[in-house]
């Protein structure tokens, strides 16, 4: 069992950054892949980044690419997402989440954390 608790989200303005991070419980977050998502009003959730078990391997969505940026540190049972450059196109809840599988598709993500709000204004 992983409970994650993300934190980090706010207003900014365009062309701003934030920080997100997501804290997790459990001995066994470190066997887990972890990604982040959003969910816009009206829209489905979207897969933003994913880093694999150990943070060799990272990916991300191309509209996020280049501005974002994943990692994790295992020690702190924390993984995190550095957003630059926002735009207002980026506001939505985002969501980190635990998989053993290796993937982008939200419904094979085990494990989901309550989500954070991030705004960006023009």
């Known amino acids: 069992q992983v409970q994650l608790v993300e934190s980090g989200g706010g207003l900014v303005q365009a062309g701003g950054s934030l920080s997100l991070s997501c804290a997790a419980s459990?001995?066994?977050?470190?066997?887990?892949?972890m990604g982040w998502f959003r969910q816009a009003p009206g829209k489905e959730r979207e897969f933003v980044a994913r880093i694999t078990w150990n943070g060799e391997f990272m990916y991300y969505a191309d509209s996020v690419k280049g501005r974002f940026t994943i990692s994790r540190d295992n020690a702190k049972n924390t993984v995190y997402l550095q957003m630059n450059n926002l735009k207002p196109e980026d506001t939505a809840v985002y969501y980190c989440?635990?998989?053993?599988?290796?993937?982008?598709?939200?419904?094979?993500?085990?494990?989901w954390g309550q989500g954070t709000q991030v705004t960006v204004s023009s």
């Open positions: 459990g001995r066994t977050f470190r066997t887990y892949h």
């Open positions: 989440a635990a998989s053993t599988a290796w993937t982008e598709r939200p419904t094979e993500y085990n494990y």
